[in-house]
Every structure is written in structure tokens, then in C-alpha cells.
């Protein structure tokens, strides 16, 4: 198991960064009183991404996310 995990961990590794650096803006904005859209746009884009995580890891362990069909 371990190592099936992380392989899924290594392979979806570019997007898993991407998410975190998505996140990492988004708080950075809001501690930063950045304007409101702001904040929203990088709170959307953050929330896409870590989907795309979740869905992308769905895949590949065989079950396809429900957006999937």
C-alpha cells in the first residue's frame, strides 16, 4: 500500500505543488488586506486546484470522481 501511495503522490507531485502554492497565495492575500476580488480569485483558483488533487488521485487509485461518469 505504502508504496502504491507514493507513487500516486510522485506522479500528481507538479500539481500537488501548484494547489499548495494556490493555497499559499490565497492566505497571503487575505493577511495582506488585499482587495476583496482578489482574495476571491485566488480563494477560487486555490479551491480548484485542490480538487483537481483529489480528483486526479481518484483516477488514477481506479475510482473515478463522481464528476466522472
Do not use: C, F, H, N
Request: charged share 25%.
Amino acid at each position: 500500500m505504502k508504496r502504491s501511495i507514493e507513487g500516486l503522490a510522485q506522479a500528481g507531485e507538479p500539481l500537488i505543488r501548484e494547489a499548495i502554492e494556490a493555497i499559499r497565495a490565497y492566505q497571503d492575500a487575505a493577511d495582506a488586506g488585499a482587495p476583496v476580488e482578489e482574495v476571491r480569485r485566488l480563494k477560487l483558483q486555490a479551491d480548484s486546484l485542490y480538487q483537481a488533487v483529489i480528483d486526479y488521485q481518484l483516477l488514477v487509485s481506479g475510482s473515478p470522481p463522481s464528476t466522472i461518469q
